[in-house]
Nanobody, 123 residues
Framework: VQLVESGGDSVQGGGSLKLSCAVS????????MAWFRQAPGKEREAVAG???????SYADSVEGRFTISADKYKKTLYLQMYNVQPEDTAAYYC???????????????????WGQGTQVTVS
């Protein structure tokens, strides 16, 4: 399975951005998908997660500003980002595992497929 992120850009603080993650397989069965990010010199951290039931989880740092969603017909995962801040600057990665649902955002080791990342820079 391939995951391909897009939508990363340079944006001013307070602005909005929408990231996409195109999935090469159908996402109409049980799944668990998430967005992670990694800033320079920092460890990769969880941002948001969603599963096939529609259950969503968010990191405290993005709660109320970011929204994760999945469109099974377009086979795409999204991350809508509002009121972005300089501390949101990072490479953003989507991740997925199949035939299982989530209990919140799972540890990175629980995801079998990863995208290559898309850069978000907030000034």
């Amino acid at each position: 399975v391939q995951l391909v992120e897009s939508g990363g850009d340079s944006v001013q603080g307070g602005g909005s951005l929408k990231l996409s993650c195109a999935v090469s397989t159908y996402i109409d069965a049980s799944y668990c998908m998430a967005w992670f990010r990694q800033a320079p010199g920092k460890e990769r951290e969880a941002v948001a997660g969603i599963d096939s039931r529609g259950f969503r989880s968010y990191a405290d740092s993005v709660e109320g500003r970011f929204t994760i969603s999945a469109d099974k017909y377009k086979k795409t995962l999204y991350l809508q980002m509002y009121n972005v801040q300089p501390e949101d600057t990072a490479a953003y990665y989507c991740a997925a595992r199949w035939r299982r649902i989530c209990s919140g955002i799972e540890p990175m080791s629980q995801y079998s497929d990863w995208g290559q990342g898309t850069q978000v820079t907030v000034s």
